[in-house]
């Protein structure tokens, strides 16, 4: 964090994994009460926070203007993590709209929240395959 007087805010917390697969609504919650939202936004992994326990949407919906960043990463349907994993199966991740992640739900939270910035993640084992159908399927979704 830049704590040079009149500066602008420079920091995004992004919980390590490992913290917020545990419980991804009280770890944020926690960050959340503990800093100044003028100096401090979230940069919420949807896999993650899923796979943590939370329903994405809302974990974004409880931090208004705190989340100008997010990465779109869907979870295979069906697929239940350990709690306190920090790794997850090959292929685990799918394609945007193929998985269990309610992705128009998170977007219109996402965009009442603020959200700048969106990465699509592919981790999978065939990300050529996975990213135009997530493109696809991100430029058909009605908001």
């Not at 899923?50 to 919906?61: E, M, S, V, W, Y």
């Not at 960043?69 to 295979?76: A, N």
């Not at 292929?91 to 699509?120: H, N, R, W």
Request: a neutral charge.
């Amino acid at each position: 964090m830049n704590s040079a007087p009149n500066s602008a805010p420079a920091t995004v917390a992004r919980p390590p994994t490992t913290i917020a697969a545990r419980n991804a609504n009280d770890t944020v919650s926690v960050l959340a009460k503990s800093t100044d939202p003028a100096l401090v936004a979230f940069e919420i992994d949807l896999f993650w926070a899923k796979a943590g326990g939370a329903d994405p949407a809302k974990l974004i919906a409880s931090l208004p203007g705190r989340v100008p960043l997010m990465h779109i990463k869907d979870m295979q349907k069906g697929l239940a993590l350990p709690a306190g994993s920090s790794g997850a199966p090959k292929d685990s991740d799918v394609a945007a709209g193929q998985g269990q992640l309610d992705l128009p739900a998170i977007f219109k939270a996402a965009m009442k929240s603020g959200m700048e910035i969106y990465y699509i993640e592919d981790e999978s084992t065939k990300p050529w395959e996975q990213i135009p159908a997530t493109l696809q399927y991100l430029s058909s979704m009605k908001l």
